[in-house]
Nanobody, 113 residues
């Protein structure tokens, strides 16, 4: 099971920290990825972390968001700073193992004044 937490409402320029926890397994995931989907828009990649702590960021969040995780990628965080109204979306955690993968149900982030 994958569960996200930490969403909420924040003013532009503010910060939020999202968490993702994988339960029910002790396997090592090879990648943990955060996606987001705003109303009426396609899902987009926000950030990913994989083996060796390699990270990838979407262009729109580079320099503002930071992804981190434990070594097994079963617990992770997405630190979001300098939030903009266009960051408003449902944020999803996606965890990939060698043979299977799992989505969380998402957590809503609303950036509004």
């Amino acid at each position: 099971q994958v569960m996200e937490s930490g969403g909420g409402q924040v003013r532009p320029g503010g910060s939020l920290r999202l968490s993702c926890v994988v339960s029910g397994t002790r396997r090592v995931a090879h990648t943990m990825t955060w996606y987001r989907q705003a109303l009426g828009k396609q899902r987009e990649l926000v950030a990913a972390i994989s083996e060796g702590d390699r990270t990838t960021y979407g262009e729109s969040v580079k320099g503002r968001f930071t992804i981190s995780s434990d070594g097994a990628r079963l617990t992770g965080s997405l630190q979001m700073n300098a939030l903009k109204t266009e960051d408003t979306a449902a944020y999803y955690c996606f965890v990939e193992f060698a043979r299977d993968s799992y989505w969380g149900r998402g957590t809503q982030v609303t950036v509004s004044s």
